[in-house]
T-cell receptor, first 111, second 111 residues
Framework: DGGITQSPKYLFRKEGQNVTLSCEQN?????MYWYRQDPGQGLRLIYY???????QKGDIAEGYSVSREKKESFPLTVTSAQKNPTAFYLC??????????FGDGTRLSIL | GQQLNQSPQSMFIQEGEDVSMNCTSS?????WLWYKQDPGEGPVLLIA???AGELTSNGRLTAQFGITRKDSFLNISASIPSDVGIYFC???????????WGAGTKLIIKP
């Protein structure tokens, strides 16, 4: 969706390395979300934030960390504790009870 | 936890055929959403449903919010090649904002 920028498009991680995925929005939406998608499966929620300086764990938060220092930005760090990080990562934004809109995703692979 | 059953898992159809897919839940939802995802991209919102019994169209797409609030279906009429992709349903439980996702229906058009 326009207004939601995920970068990079592709990312490679070495064993034992932390990597950070970027999500930026210019839609002025309060809520931001990170999902993980594995082949043939639906989306699973990693973390979400409904307001600046506050965030909550989703269903699969282990091995991930986030921050929400600015309304426009919600970076996701995949830590070395995440033993199976290869996946497609999607960032979404939302406002009140409006539907979520998604960025174009980042595909993370292991070297 | 809450789960959505989305079916069928995949569909092989001829161009011009009508398509029908559905999602069912063991609990009631306040909102039903239907998204389409093309390869390597984020899901794009197709239709949002907010009231039991609601029937909403978007071009050749029609979706309905089941009267029991535990199911929804999506129909595509006269399919065309650009309809290929993965269709996801998502439901928003009454009590919180987090979406519950179906596993997706992969639509393939036979040459």
């Amino acid at each position: 969706d326009g207004g939601i920028t995920q970068s990079p498009k592709y990312l490679f991680r070495k064993e034992g390395q932390n990597v950070t995925l970027s999500c930026e929005q210019n839609l002025n939406h309060d809520a931001m979300y990170w999902y993980r998608q594995d082949p043939g499966q639906g989306l699973r929620l990693i973390y979400y934030s409904q307001i600046v300086n506050d965030f909550q764990k989703g269903d699969i938060a282990e091995g991930y960390s986030v921050s929400r220092e600015k309304k426009e930005s919600f970076p996701l760090t995949v830590t070395s504790a995440q033993k199976n990080p290869t996946a497609f990562y999607l960032c979404a934004v939302g406002q009140n009870n409006q539907p979520q809109h998604f960025g174009d995703g980042t595909r993370l692979s292991i070297l | 936890g809450q789960q959505l059953n989305q079916s069928p898992q995949s569909m092989f159809i001829q161009e011009g055929e009508d398509v029908s897919m559905n999602c069912t839940s063991s609990s009631i939802f306040n909102t039903w959403l239907w998204y389409k995802q093309d390869p390597g991209e984020g899901p794009v919102l197709l239709i949002a449903l907010y009231k039991a019994g609601e029937l909403t169209s978007n071009g050749r797409l029609t979706a309905q919010f089941g009267i029991t609030r535990k199911d929804s279906f999506l129909n595509i009429s006269a399919s065309i090649p650009s309809d290929v992709g993965i269709y996801f349903c998502a439901g928003q439980p009454k009590s919180n904002y987090q979406l519950i996702w179906g596993a997706g229906t992969k639509l393939i058009i036979k040459p």
